[in-house]
């Protein structure tokens, strides 16, 4: 079939379609090549993909209305992956226009593509920070996520209201997919595996925060696609079961909408996985240790009970495996 992948010179978008052109789809790539960060690294990423014949690539930002409506009446594509966005929980604090532009107003155009041109499923991304100041783990997609802590998590939590509201009014099936902290090869520079390789590489300290004490489930690069498109895969109706007295947050009775967790179940804590990191470098890392910053939360579980239900898969790369993937990749792709 012929898929819209958003964000594709992006970390998850590029393994994404990667993984779709190998299995034989169709591709249409949509990427702003934003100055976020290394524009390089971006570009090494969509040279994996411009080589397939099966792979058409177009350069526009999501906040362009005509842009993303030429996209859709240009190529027609049959489903939609959803994972452009502005990255960086901690930007949105100094830029919360460009948030609001890329993740609210940019995810509104996506919405009005699939409307006009008879989408049979979007699949986007939202992001574990949506459960914010919950506290009981794991955490699952039944609970309520009334209390985001950032904005980055608050315009994903405005996109999985987005999306129920435009399966409901325009029959649209979607399904919204909550990330548990994504890293692997190829990831984002901004990311803490990649500041901290990058800084014991050259001798220089650390910033860690919460003393490292918080836990998260890290979940690899291969766990999150297989996920991904597996759920695509996956068109999703009504819940006979769903309750108006007692609505369920994953599901909906009035529209066909699923929401699920894709993160590993096994959560680590930050000093373990940066000793992993050290014994995979073959050097110590020189610590400051920091506070809790504001926004952050000090733990996360992901319950992917859902999801393997539904799909029959589940995340399971350690993340001893992961990091040394990691750095395998870092060495070769820095010399």
Not at 316 to 323: A, D, I, M, T, W
Request: a negative charge; proline letters at 5%.
């Amino acid at each position: 079939m012929k898929v819209l992948v958003t964000g594709t010179a992006g970390f998850i978008g590029s393994h994404v379609a990667l993984k779709l052109l190998e299995r034989g789809d169709e591709v249409v790539g949509f990427d702003n090549l934003n100055d976020y960060y290394d524009v390089n690294l971006k570009k090494a990423r969509l040279a994996r993909l411009t080589n397939h014949s099966r792979y058409a690539h177009v350069e526009g930002d999501l906040a362009d209305r005509a842009a993303v409506e030429r996209a859709f009446q240009t190529h027609k594509p049959q489903r939609v992956i959803n994972l452009a966005a502005q990255a960086g929980v901690r930007y949105a604090a100094q830029n919360p226009h460009v948030y609001v532009s890329s993740n609210v107003t940019g995810f509104l155009h996506i919405l009005e593509g699939c409307r006009h041109h008879g989408v049979e499923h979007l699949v986007f991304a939202s992001t574990s920070s949506v459960y914010g100041a919950n506290t009981r783990m794991p955490f699952s997609e039944h609970q309520s996520t009334e209390h985001p802590l950032t904005l980055y998590a608050a315009t994903k939590k405005a996109n999985e209201q987005m999306a129920h509201s435009y399966a409901h009014l325009y029959g649209i099936p979607s399904t919204g997919l909550r990330f548990f902290t994504v890293y692997g090869p190829w990831g984002r520079p901004d990311m803490a595996l990649f500041l901290f390789t990058k800084a014991i590489l050259a001798g220089e300290p650390i910033k860690v925060f919460n003393h490292g004490q918080h836990k998260r489930s890290f979940t690899y690069i291969d766990d999150i696609v297989e996920g991904v498109v597996r759920v695509l895969d996956k068109v999703p109706g009504k819940n006979p079961d769903w309750d108006g007295n007692a609505p369920d947050p994953a599901s909906s009775g009035v529209s066909p909408y699923r929401i699920y967790n894709i993160g590993n179940e096994q959560p680590v804590e930050l000093l373990r996985y940066i000793e992993v990191l050290e014994q995979c470098l073959g050097r110590k890392a020189h610590m400051d240790m920091m506070p809790l910053q504001p926004g952050d939360v000090p733990d996360t579980e992901a319950d992917v009970s859902e999801l393997a239900l539904a799909i029959g898969y589940r995340p399971k790369v350690s993340v001893e495996e992961g990091v040394a993937n990691f750095v395998d990749w870092y060495k070769h792709y820095y010399s």
